[in-house]
């Protein structure tokens, strides 16, 4: 295997020719030196499209990799501009998304740990600001977010909300009984909101569902009624759970104050 390969597999980079690769004392952190192929040059940084070239950019640029061990890596090369018909002027390299200052690896290994872990752990792993892993998930998705349906093929789905803010505002989730995936969330917890998930669903998938899974809420079953009336409403476990808890604390209390009125009586 060529060493080149090697240097491209490491770095988790495609269509990028490595330089050379040097450690800056002063930056306490490994140095890569790299530019497009030939067919990688002077392409959109979007969508990819080979677009007349704009300028040469502001000079050499670095872009954060990840780790090796406990020393940071970077990868520097000019950041020419391109002019595309569609997102105008906006960089272009293979190794990094739009507007990044991470290679593609770099985001990529960050957002599968945001899936994996709290955000906080993954700051500390990585190591980068809180808010940058929100960034950096926001990124990827928007990248690769519309490359699948995630509505496609479902057949058994549970339904839920979910606080968040200190319980002060709420989502509307969906999952995938089947995959165990979440597969669509929007702010609200009514009726209008959820008739959006059957609204982006349409007719024809919406006859698919076979099994539909809910807490008691009034503004769920109504929806289900109007949209889904085929499909089979069940209780989800965690909620017959808890009911089932409610109504012994219930059954306890009850009891504790017959027994409590009979001794003092």
């Given at each position: 295997?060529r060493?080149?390969?090697i240097?491209?597999?490491?770095?988790?980079v495609?269509?990028?020719?490595?330089?050379r690769?040097?450690?800056?004392?002063d930056?306490?952190a490994v140095?890569?030196?790299?530019?497009p192929?030939a067919r990688?040059r002077?392409?959109c940084?979007?969508?990819?499209?080979?677009?007349?070239r704009y300028?040469?950019g502001?000079?050499r640029?670095?872009?954060r990799?990840?780790?090796?061990?406990?020393v940071?890596?970077?990868?520097e090369?000019?950041?020419?501009?391109?002019s595309?018909r569609?997102h105008?002027?906006?960089?272009?390299?293979p190794w990094?998304?739009?507007?990044?200052?991470h290679?593609?690896s770099?985001?990529?290994?960050?957002?599968?740990m945001a899936?994996?872990m709290s955000?906080?752990?993954?700051?500390?792993?990585?190591?980068?600001?809180w808010?940058t892993?929100?960034?950096?998930?926001?990124?990827?998705?928007?990248?690769t977010?519309?490359?699948?349906d995630?509505?496609?093929?479902?057949?058994?789905?549970?339904?839920?909300?979910?606080?968040y803010?200190?319980?002060?505002?709420?989502?509307?989730v969906v999952?995938?009984?089947?995959?165990?995936?979440?597969?669509?969330?929007?702010?609200?917890?009514?009726?209008?909101?959820?008739h959006?998930?059957f609204?982006e669903?349409?007719e024809?998938?919406?006859?698919e569902l076979?099994?539909?899974?809910?807490?008691?809420?009034?503004?769920?079953?109504?929806?289900?009624?109007?949209?889904?009336?085929?499909?089979?409403?069940?209780a989800?476990?965690?909620?017959v759970?808890a009911?089932?808890?409610?109504?012994?604390?219930?059954?306890?209390r009850?009891a504790?104050?017959?027994?409590?009125?009979?001794?003092?009586?």
């Amino acid at each position: 295997m060529r060493e080149s390969r090697i240097w491209r597999l490491v770095l988790g980079v495609q269509d990028t020719v490595i330089e050379r690769v040097v450690f800056d004392e002063d930056a306490d952190a490994v140095i890569v030196s790299v530019r497009p192929v030939a067919r990688a040059r002077h392409r959109c940084g979007l969508c990819r499209t080979r677009c007349a070239r704009y300028d040469g950019g502001v000079g050499r640029r670095r872009w954060r990799s990840t780790d090796w061990g406990e020393v940071a890596v970077y990868l520097e090369a000019p950041a020419p501009r391109v002019s595309c018909r569609e997102h105008a002027v906006v960089v272009a390299v293979p190794w990094a998304r739009h507007g990044a200052g991470h290679t593609r690896s770099f985001d990529d290994t960050v957002t599968w740990m945001a899936t994996q872990m709290s955000q906080s752990a993954t700051r500390e792993l990585m190591p980068i600001a809180w808010r940058t892993v929100g960034v950096i998930v926001a990124r990827v998705w928007a990248d690769t977010g519309m490359q699948r349906d995630r509505l496609a093929g479902l057949r058994r789905i549970g339904i839920d909300e979910v606080a968040y803010k200190k319980g002060h505002k709420y989502l509307t989730v969906v999952v995938d009984h089947d995959t165990g995936r979440l597969v669509w969330a929007a702010e609200g917890r009514d009726k209008a909101t959820l008739h959006k998930f059957f609204d982006e669903l349409g007719e024809e998938r919406t006859s698919e569902l076979t099994h539909i899974s809910a807490d008691g809420a009034s503004w769920i079953a109504a929806v289900l009624v109007a949209r889904c009336p085929e499909a089979v409403r069940c209780a989800d476990p965690f909620h017959v759970v808890a009911w089932a808890n409610q109504a012994l604390d219930t059954v306890r209390r009850a009891a504790w104050n017959r027994l409590r009125n009979r001794a003092a009586s």
